[in-house]
């Protein structure tokens, strides 16, 4: 197996899940649509190139070792909007708060942050393949759009440090690259002795404890669409 490991830690992430009315909460792991997204910025494949996202989704698929789900977070928010007009057509925030200020509605809602988790990522490539791992090394390295953890709010704090790796399984091949974190960073994350894997496809050296539907297959970014996939999943005592 031939892996490309990357990490992602930060004081705040947001790996959005299905949302019902007002709360945006919050999977204490990133999925498929948002390692997507983060692939996608760093090959600079913008949100409204369908083809390059739909090339990008069928090249690749991820695995996940989570450290540390972090400490749950929620954040209480007043955004302003127009209210409904059907001959009114809002392209841009600035064009959504040039309305006269009487006719903007304050929507209440909840959203939801992990604090200091710490994920490490597997890229994987599947058999046809329009990029292979060098190229996806050095884009990771030299991002052409800012990554974040889910949310613009949420920088990185480490850098995304990406090593190619070849490996008998999933579990191998991550515990070839550690994560790399200063002393200080280590004793805020209060690292579990238990470590969360999830991944798409076949792990090679991890039993699967459990398998889940989560929706967060991409159809269409452009039209905000998703749909459910098949992600393994197993909880395993770390090593050393």
């Given at each position: 197996?031939?892996?490309?490991?990357?990490?992602?830690?930060?004081?705040?992430?947001?790996?959005?899940?299905?949302?019902?009315?007002?709360?945006?909460?919050?999977?204490?792991?990133?999925?498929?649509?948002?390692?997507?997204?983060?692939?996608?910025?760093?090959?600079?494949?913008?949100?409204?190139?369908?083809?390059?996202?739909?090339?990008?989704?069928?090249?690749?698929?991820?695995?996940?070792?989570?450290?540390?789900?972090?400490?749950?977070?929620?954040?209480?928010?007043?955004?302003q909007v127009p209210g409904r007009d059907k001959k009114a057509r809002y392209f841009t925030r600035k064009d959504e708060l040039s309305v006269p200020k009487?006719?903007?509605?304050?929507?209440?809602?909840?959203?939801?942050?992990?604090?200091?988790?710490?994920?490490?990522?597997?890229?994987?490539?599947?058999?046809?393949?329009?990029?292979?791992?060098?190229?996806?090394?050095?884009?990771?390295?030299?991002?052409?759009?800012?990554?974040?953890?889910?949310?613009?709010?949420?920088?990185?704090?480490?850098?995304?440090?990406?090593?190619?790796?070849?490996?008998?399984?999933?579990?191998?091949?991550?515990?070839?690259?550690?994560?790399?974190?200063?002393?200080?960073?280590?004793?805020?994350?209060?690292?579990?002795?238990?470590?969360?894997?999830?991944?798409?496809?076949?792990?090679?050296?991890?039993?699967?404890?459990?398998?889940?539907?989560?929706?967060?297959?991409?159809?269409?970014?452009?039209?905000?669409?998703?749909?459910?996939?098949?992600?393994?999943?197993?909880?395993?005592?770390?090593?050393?």
């Amino acid at each position: 197996m031939e892996a490309l490991i990357f990490q992602l830690y930060g004081p705040l992430a947001s790996w959005g899940a299905p949302a019902v009315g007002e709360t945006r909460p919050s999977s204490d792991h990133p999925g498929r649509a948002a390692l997507l997204g983060l692939l996608a910025a760093a090959l600079g494949i913008r949100r409204d190139d369908g083809p390059g996202q739909q090339a990008l989704a069928s090249s690749v698929r991820f695995a996940v070792k989570q450290h540390s789900a972090g400490r749950l977070m929620r954040d209480y928010h007043t955004v302003q909007v127009p209210g409904r007009d059907k001959k009114a057509r809002y392209f841009t925030r600035k064009d959504e708060l040039s309305v006269p200020k009487d006719k903007l509605n304050t929507v209440l809602s909840s959203r939801e942050y992990r604090q200091d988790g710490l994920w490490q990522v597997a890229v994987l490539l599947n058999e046809h393949s329009d990029w292979n791992l060098d190229e996806l090394e050095a884009a990771l390295r030299a991002p052409v759009f800012t990554p974040y953890l889910g949310r613009k709010a949420c920088p990185l704090a480490v850098p995304l440090a990406p090593q190619k790796v070849q490996a008998n399984g999933l579990r191998e091949a991550f515990a070839v690259v550690p994560p790399r974190i200063c002393d200080q960073q280590s004793r805020w994350l209060h690292l579990p002795k238990t470590v969360d894997f999830y991944w798409e496809g076949d792990a090679g050296d991890i039993a699967v404890q459990d398998t889940r539907q989560p929706s967060d297959d991409v159809i269409s970014r452009e039209r905000w669409q998703f749909g459910s996939r098949q992600e393994h999943h197993a909880r395993l005592r770390e090593e050393g």
